[in-house]
T-cell receptor, first 110, second 114 residues
């Protein structure tokens, strides 16, 4: 079983729509959770960390559900510039190594 | 801003060649990482280094070696390139050994082995 699993999508949504997707992780001892964003043919960049109580960063909301071992990302009022692949990242080994999901692709159309 | 640079954006090599991929970071980060990224598989850790001359195997070290002679530079070596090593190679660095430190990535090297 993969350590981190994501629905690859693609999620095709119109501008202004809300889109949400989840990621599951296998290790219940995981401690740190992140969403990275990767634009086409570019490197991954940190979008936001995910905190136990959930957190928002502008139009982006991240949630953590430890009981069911998943994290979620919700994008409100989608913009064309939100089109990207979103990588779920989990620290599963209690050290500085991270485990990456294969990514969920979001395409926002005009 | 943190800057991680990689020596080449695109590289084409032949089977059996020795290949060097170089990565340099300019923020005095302690940790450096080499990943490969393949469709449907995500990023897989090849090797990482938490200090000069120190290295540890990641999840898929077979066929690769690394070198870290200076803090800012981390090299990935393919001793004898094979076609199954055709991939996107991403280097990353992070500040320290704290759990979950943000990793900053270079632009990647797309390697094709013929």
């Amino acid at each position: 079983r993969k350590e981190v699993e994501q629905d690859p999508g693609p999620f095709n949504v119109p501008e202004g729509a809300t889109v949400a997707f989840n990621c599951t992780y296998s290790n219940s001892a995981s401690q740190s959770f992140f969403w990275y964003r990767q634009d086409c043919r570019k490197e991954p960049k940190l979008l936001m960390s995910v905190y136990s109580s959930g957190n928002e960063d502008g139009r982006f909301t991240a949630q953590l559900n430890r009981a069911s071992q998943y994290i979620s990302l919700l994008i409100r009022d989608s913009k064309l510039s939100d089109s990207a692949t979103y990588l779920c990242v989990v620290n599963t080994r209690n050290d500085y190594k991270l485990s990456f999901g294969a990514g969920t692709t979001v395409t926002v159309r005009a | 801003d943190v800057k991680v640079t990689q020596s080449s954006r695109y590289l084409v090599k032949r089977t059996g060649e020795k290949v060097f991929l170089e990565c340099v970071q300019d923020m005095d980060h302690e940790n450096m990482f080499w990943y490969r990224q393949d469709p449907g598989l995500g990023l897989r850790l090849i090797y990482f280094s938490y200090d000069v001359k120190m290295k540890e195997k990641g999840d898929i070290p077979e066929g690769y070696s690394v070198s870290r002679e200076k803090k800012e530079r981390f090299s990935l070596i393919l001793e004898s390139a094979s076609t199954n090593q055709t991939s996107m190679y991403l280097c990353a660095s992070s500040v320290s050994g704290r759990s979950g430190d943000t990793q900053y990535f270079g632009p990647g090297t797309r390697l094709t082995v013929l």
